[in-house]
């Protein structure tokens, strides 16, 4: 199904995303088979459970709980399948080797890992419901018991952390350390042309790192990386790294299919905080807990393969053989009941709130008497995939490839994605064509932000005002480019402007930020800017000069500006209906038992009339 975003929607989406927690608790539920060890957390043997006809309602207009269950199954079935097929598994071993998990002993270990993050049980839950999306239930079920029985079902003498081990993973997160510089490329003859050029003047590394690394997170920190202690890479590269010496830089390292250079910039020692003796014994316990999660999924990898296991679902024909059956294990059955429950409990929120939002969308087309077509649909298609794939050779788009790289990507059908991407596009850009224009002014400011004069700058932030203040003060005082920089990266909060001295990409006209675009513009170049704030953040410039505007007329450009400033109207004229269609909306959600009115207007104040 497709969701919504207040703000963000996909090009091609045609899905505004609304984040939700994914997983609910209450309707899972199984169906009956052989009875598991005392106290296991069942997998397969809990009785189906009721479930409401009706799972919600959108202006009166019902969605039934089987419309929910078979788009969960259709959605995310496979995926839940093999959940239960490993959990019913791991509890037949248990039952073969009269291994039991208890309650209690449940219990003890979630106050054994909240204990270790000095939180009470109930927050550590709440924290991982709401930041994983992973219910009491759910948790208990599919992350605790099974690491529990793992445990048991594996020998305790082979899950034991060696004195070499523990040595190894204090030194990975406390022993002695790097601070490097990296860049990353594919070719190994155009790293080995920037090496040269870093080679020459080392100085230029950062600048380097950040227009040519593939690697996007030191890229942007201009290749920085910081605290590389040994056990966190392979022994190859660690054999070569900690040899360098500070200001070396390497010869080219092979990484993967690509290439590395690094510029050993500080040897750091090890922290003085943790000893050996002090940590090992915590040090012991996640070696353990590792390696018994991955013996743990050795164990159950060697028991899927002795099960035998009858996959139905999604095979028409298998299916038609047995009408209601997603899966046998060992000959024992697996209901389309049981795995529809399963996929509602743990996807049943995201899943509902796109059905709700799609209702929403039909209701407000029909509403409006627009119909969406077959031909309307083939017609986004091409479109989307003209802008997004080259054309075939007789210049027409290469939709056979778009639908293929599409579907692949999101692990889907081609009736699927015409269905829950390409008609809500279609759909949202009809409820709104009649309310995006493009004026003349528009495209006026649209030329000058991407072709006219940008202001060159170097930027400290700051998320304290205070702070600010004093940075400013020091930067008045000695209003140079050099200090500028050295302030920039000891205080700057943005780590990869701080990375480069505070380099920023050109400050360009109506780009949304109207009061850094006024400061930035008032400027002389060597000027300072005072402390401009910008919602809770604090900035202040350094106008190191201007670009030139680009030679380009506005009539060659006029069209290309047109179509991207349709797409960006229409982008927000979008989020801003569909806003109106919720606003307006009387939801009533049974799943989580929520529900909603319209919002009222607000009422225009009355006028005061005059004495």
Known sequence: ????????????????????????????????????????????TE??????????????????????????????????????????????????????????????EVKATAGGLGI?????????????????????KDLVWPQIAARKLVPAEAVLATAEEIQKEFESLYGPALRLRLIIMPSKKDLQAVRQEVLADASKFPALAQKHSTDPYSASRGGLVNEVRRYQNAPAIDEIIFAMKPGEISELIPVGNQFMIVLCEEHLPANPAFTLEKVKDELARTISQAKTRLAGTDFLQKKMLDAKVEVYLNDPVKSAQRPGVVATVNGKIISKAVLANECVSLHGRLALEGLINRTLVEQGIKKRKITVTDADLDKKIASVALESLPPKADGSPDVQQYLE?????????????????????????????????????????????????KVRCRAILQNNLKRAQQIWAQARENPTEANFMELAKK??????????????????????????????FALEEGELSGIIQLEDMFVILLCTGFTEPVGVSFAD????????????????????????LMDAAAIDNYLTGSSKSPVRPEAAPEAVQPK
């Open 1 to 44: 199904m497709f969701h919504f975003s207040k703000c963000a929607i996909f090009s091609l989406g045609a899905a505004i995303l609304f984040s939700s927690p994914m997983f609910t608790d209450g309707l899972y539920a199984q169906a009956p088979a052989p009875k598991p060890a005392a106290g296991a957390v069942p997998a397969t």
């Open 47 to 108: 009785p189906v459970r009721a479930v409401p006809k009706v799972i919600a309602t959108v202006n009166g207009e019902d969605i039934s709980y089987q419309k929910l269950a078979n788009t969960c199954v259709e959605d995310y079935g496979m995926e839940v399948l093999e959940r239960i097929i490993s959990r019913f598994i791991l509890e037949l071993a248990c039952e073969e080797a009269k291994v039991t998990v208890t309650p209690a002993e449940m219990e003890a």
């Open 120 to 140: 009470p049980v109930d927050q550590y839950l709440k924290m991982i419901e709401e930041e994983r999306g992973i219910s009491p239930t759910i948790y208990l």
């Open 405 to 453: 790289r599409s579907t692949q990507q999101l692990g889907t059908t081609v009736e699927r994605f015409r269905r829950d991407a390409i008609w809500p596009a279609v759909a949202l850009e009809k409820l709104v064509e009649d309310k995006v224009v493009i004026t003349t002014e528009d495209l006026q400011k649209a030329y000058q932000a991407n072709f006219g004069k």
């Open 491 to 520: 205080y700057s909060v943005e780590a990869g402007s701080a990375a480069l001295g505070g380099e920023i990409p050109p400050i360009q006209q109506y780009s949304g930020a109207p009061e850094l675009e006024k400061a930035a």
């Open 557 to 580: 450009v006029k069209e290309n500006l047109m179509k991207d400033l349709m797409y960006k109207k229409t982008e927000m004229a979008i989020g801003e209906e569909f806003q109106k």
